[in-house]
């Protein structure tokens, strides 16, 4: 069954997954561009930081796109059929639930894997001053992790009815018109610190996408 | 031969006129600059009574608090002033150890304002104004933050960038300059970071003579991202803007030539101020409580030698000392940490079983 299932979700994913797979194995060698000339000035360590802290930027934003695109192209053939193949099947919903994520989670570690070829490639190529170091493995498990996390809850939000979506963007929706309408009227509100503390905080659920993206570092 | 006469008597009279003129000329200007010296002379006395009678205002009808050397003079107040200082005297005794005991003769004066009055205070030129309400920590940060120290020597205070003062941040300030070691554009730095403590003498400043130029930035690479990096705006201009052009091409010795130009006073030393500061908190360490008399007993010797003698220990002792605390300082590494990859995976657990308990496929 989970090969059935695993398959469906490659025909309907693959192009997000190549795609992704392609960036993600090219991000970590673009981050390092210019370490592996031979006439690259070893002194020059604090730029090589600036350029892979630049690049660093886009592996959550990678990560997160990869977790919402296979999320919902994982949900999306089912949503269109009004989920009759689903129901036809003998199966609980649970566990069809828990054969698509497990689908998709395979699929997505494709990426990651990409994430650390390319990393190993990378810094295995480069020059690198004395001092700076290369952390190719540390970098694929945060990115393996962020894409797990975005994957989850876009996964849960696909899985549930159009008004669970509603309901959650309504509640972000009227926070953000809140602090407008707040703004405006020059009260003293500040709902969105709060929300950000909670939301990004150390134990906030999308803490892993923030901090430091670096491939190299001291 | 009446022409001739003639002549000579125009020519004359033409060349002497403005030799008189420039002698008038200079005499207005002498009485002019006489005139500025006296009132320099003036202003500098009134400015001298006024800080005399200043001095007199700020340290009449006040408390006096000691704690240990400290002496705090103060107005009454709820301002916790004897807390604080009790806070910040262990503090700047243990910087500058017996020569602490010389803040007895340089008391903190201290004022304390009612923060809630919209009442203008007065205005004060001498000593530190805070609102009542501080607390004894910041207070005693504060206290420790500017010291009332003689001011240290012009070689010492030149070489530090200012005046030696007490930190609550030894080991952030570490950090830095372990960065400052690793990414800082100096061979000297390099090869300080990787072992060789002449090279550390040198990143540091603490060479006596020599091309300062060759020594902190040997390599042309160095010296060519020294002016197009750090002094563009001084060079790219003017009679130097293509010099510059050529030098940022790639022609090491016009690089050499516009970096002759500035004085090594104003070249950028490998390392910072805060490296130096932390190369000297750890003579002082090492030194004992008299550690800082002897820093500041003999001006005129070589830092190093000063700084060898604060210490009393071999100045490259010291130096192999300072890189293993500047070694051990490193930066924590951008793994996660393991709880950071464990809530990581607890959160999308929690998704996931959102997920499985969503509400598609109820009936009713």
Redesign the interface.
Known sequence: MFRVMLYTQWKWSRLIILLGTVAAFALPIISLQGAARADRNPLEAQDLLRTVHSWGTLYPVLAAALGLLVAMAGWAPDHRGRHVHALTLPLPRWRYVLLRCAGGAVLLAIPVAAVLAGALFATATATLPPGLQGYPLALAVHFGLAVALAYAMFFAISAGTARTAGIILGVFGALVVVQIVAGVANLDVDLMSPLQIVVLGSAGPFAIFTGRWMLVDV | MCNSAGLFVLLSAIAARPLAAQAIEHQRLRARTDSLARELTRASAIADLADSLEHQRAFSGRDTIAVGGLRIVTDPSPLPVRAAAERAWPVLDSLYGDAAQLLAQYPYVIRAFDPDTTAPRPTVYVGLTVPWNMNAEVLAQLLVANPPMPAPDYALASWLGGTLRPTTRAGRERTDV??Q???A???PA?AC??GALAACRIALGLQSGGDVLALWYP?A??RR?LVTRTFPDYFNHGANAGAFRVCAGGVDSVCDALLRQVSAGSLPSPLGAQARTTVLRLALRLGGRDAYRRLIADSGAPLFERLGNAAQANMDDVLARWRLEILAA??P????PWW??A???A??????T????????RLG
């Open positions: 372990y960065l070691l690793v990414t554009p100096s061979t390099r970071f990787l390599e690479a160095e991202a490193r930066p590494s951008v793994a996660l950071a990859a809530l990581a995976l959160w999308a657990a929690v998704f996931g959102c997920a499985l308990r969503s509400s598609r496929w």
